[in-house]
């Protein structure tokens, strides 16, 4: 008679850290490639995966849970658990970020972190801009008009992560000068002397007016007559 003596081991390490919110790869390093596997966690999901391919997931607490996986070699069967502590990542409460300027670029912003329990901090950015910097707070020159993303990645002592991004819009401001006179959009008529009244529309908001109506006449009104 002969006797089968299988040589295999099941072992799967447990990611450190696993975050809530975050995702956690798990890696099946069972020697030889088991034929079949199941995982089985404690919150209800199940995956099944052959050979040593691996299992990518979140969960949505931080919460102790447990995972088990049932490796099938040929005929043969083996059955591990494993405990999972899942951390809390860091709670961004988003970032400050102070425009310096309303005149478009260059433009000058200061960004400010408010996370409390951050200890390693990622700033980038996307657009006609390269920002990257390990500072806590930090500042950035945006050289063009555009709209960027600013995204910062927090780190805290136990290695969880949290990101946010914020959307940084540099523009010079868009002035419109209308008249309720120009009835068609094309401009203002007059085969005589005429009265015709100014508007102005602003993507920002307008301190003082200077008029120059190009005939050494001149107002400060912000809806002039003339």
């Given at each position: 008679?002969?006797?089968?003596a299988?040589?295999f081991?099941s072992?799967f390490?447990?990611?450190?850290?696993?975050?809530d919110?975050?995702t956690?790869?798990?890696?099946?390093?069972?020697?030889?490639?088991?034929?079949?596997t199941?995982w089985e966690f404690?919150?209800?999901?199940t995956?099944s995966?052959?050979?040593n391919?691996?299992?990518v997931?979140s969960?949505?607490?931080?919460?102790?849970y447990?995972?088990?996986?049932?490796n099938?070699?040929?005929?043969c069967?083996?059955?591990?658990?494993e405990p999972?502590q899942?951390r809390?990542?860091?709670?961004?409460?988003g970032?400050?970020?102070?425009?310096?300027?309303?005149?478009?670029?260059?433009a000058?912003?200061?960004?400010?972190?408010?996370?409390?329990?951050?200890?390693?901090w990622l700033?980038?950015?996307?657009?006609?801009?390269?920002?990257?910097?390990t500072?806590?707070n930090?500042?950035?020159?945006?050289n063009?008009?555009?709209?960027?993303?600013?995204?910062?990645?927090?780190?805290?002592?136990?290695?969880?992560t949290?990101?946010?991004?914020?959307?940084?819009k540099?523009?010079?401001?868009?002035?419109?000068i209308s008249s309720?006179?120009?009835r068609?959009g094309?401009?203002?008529v007059?085969?005589?002397p005429m009265?015709v009244h100014?508007?102005?529309?602003?993507?920002d908001s307008?301190?003082?007016?200077?008029?120059d109506?190009?005939?050494n006449?001149?107002?400060?009104?912000t809806?002039?007559g003339?």
């Amino acid at each position: 008679n002969l006797i089968n003596a299988a040589d295999f081991k099941s072992e799967f390490p447990i990611p450190n850290p696993v975050c809530d919110l975050n995702t956690a790869q798990f890696d099946n390093k069972s020697f030889p490639a088991p034929d079949k596997t199941m995982w089985e966690f404690s919150d209800g999901y199940t995956y099944s995966t052959t050979g040593n391919d691996s299992v990518v997931r979140s969960f949505p607490s931080a919460i102790a849970y447990q995972v088990k996986i049932t490796n099938v070699f040929g005929s043969c069967s083996e059955v591990i658990t494993e405990p999972i502590q899942v951390r809390k990542s860091p709670v961004l409460n988003g970032f400050i970020s102070d425009i310096t300027t309303s005149c478009g670029s260059p433009a000058l912003v200061n960004f400010k972190d408010t996370t409390a329990s951050a200890v390693k901090w990622l700033w980038s950015t996307t657009g006609y801009a390269y920002m990257e910097t390990t500072e806590k707070n930090t500042s950035y020159t945006f050289n063009y008009d555009d709209t960027y993303y600013v995204t910062l990645k927090v780190t805290d002592t136990a290695g969880c992560t949290s990101a946010t991004t914020k959307e940084i819009k540099i523009y010079r401001p868009n002035v419109v000068i209308s008249s309720p006179e120009d009835r068609y959009g094309n401009g203002v008529v007059s085969c005589g002397p005429m009265l015709v009244h100014l508007v102005v529309t602003s993507t920002d908001s307008i301190k003082t007016y200077s008029w120059d109506f190009g005939d050494n006449a001149t107002s400060l009104a912000t809806a002039p007559g003339h």
